[in-house]
């Protein structure tokens, strides 16, 4: 989206290595960032949100941090699991949803 | 599932003909919003609406219009289709407004997709 920019489109990692999506935006009164996975042909799912009031936000492997000064937030996935594989997108909040082009991760076993 | 419904779950149709998609949000949640997936592409937000009334517009064509009823199911209708409307559209929902303050999450639907042939 025009708002949010995403990196990297498409990212190999070896099953157990760690992988990083970043992503940048433009408006500074955006105030919630989620994350969303989805899945081949299937729905997007939330796997981790942060709001603008925290830096950084962790749910087991996954993390998530956020500068607000810089206008960047970032998703970090630990010991990936091919079952990881998926398309990313993120999405921050500023009167609608604006998303990423989203980074397809592909776990090699 | 995510509470979320959609019909229907595709849609073959031809170019120049109307077709109106449906989405009932999850018990509770008054926001759907509308998004349009092409082939491998990102999430295009089309529209918003908030118990009953637009809220927000995004990237939605003039042959493109929604609304949404009494009851808080939506409806999206898409006219004068064209072979680039093939794609997978999706309704989400939510409790709140998103500019509710730390915004909110959104549930999304299966899609429903549409081939224009």
């Known amino acids: 989206g025009e708002n949010v920019e995403q990196h990297p489109s498409t990212l190999s990692v070896q099953e157990g290595d760690s992988a990083v999506i970043k992503c940048t935006y433009s408006?500074?009164?955006?105030?919630?960032f989620p994350w969303y996975k989805q899945e081949l042909g299937k729905r997007p799912q939330l796997i981790i949100d942060i709001r603008s009031n925290v830096g950084e936000k962790k749910d087991q492997r996954i993390a998530v941090t956020l500068n607000k000064t810089a206008k960047h937030f970032s998703l970090h996935i630990t010991e990936t699991q091919p079952e990881d594989s998926a398309v990313y997108f993120c999405?921050?909040?500023?009167?609608?949803?604006?998303f990423g082009s989203g980074t397809k991760l592909n776990v090699k076993p | 599932d995510s509470g979320v419904t959609q019909t229907p779950k595709h849609l073959i149709t031809a170019t120049g003909q109307r077709v109106t998609l449906r989405c009932s949000p999850r018990s509770g949640d008054l926001s759907v919003y509308w998004y349009q997936q092409s082939l491998d592409q990102g999430l295009q937000f089309l529209i918003q609406y908030y118990n009953g009334e637009e809220r927000a517009k995004g990237n939605i064509l003039e042959r493109f219009s929604a609304q949404q009823f009494p009851d808080l199911h939506s409806e999206l209708n898409l006219s004068s289709l064209e072979l680039g409307d093939s794609a997978l559209y999706f309704c989400?929902?939510?409790?709140?407004?998103?500019?509710?303050?730390?915004?909110?999450?959104?549930?999304f639907g299966p899609g429903t997709r549409l081939t224009v042939l």
């Open positions: 989400a929902s939510s409790v709140y407004l998103g500019t509710a303050p730390g915004g909110n999450e959104q549930f």
């Open positions: 999405s921050n909040n500023f009167n609608k949803f604006y």
């Open positions: 408006d500074s009164a955006s105030n919630y």
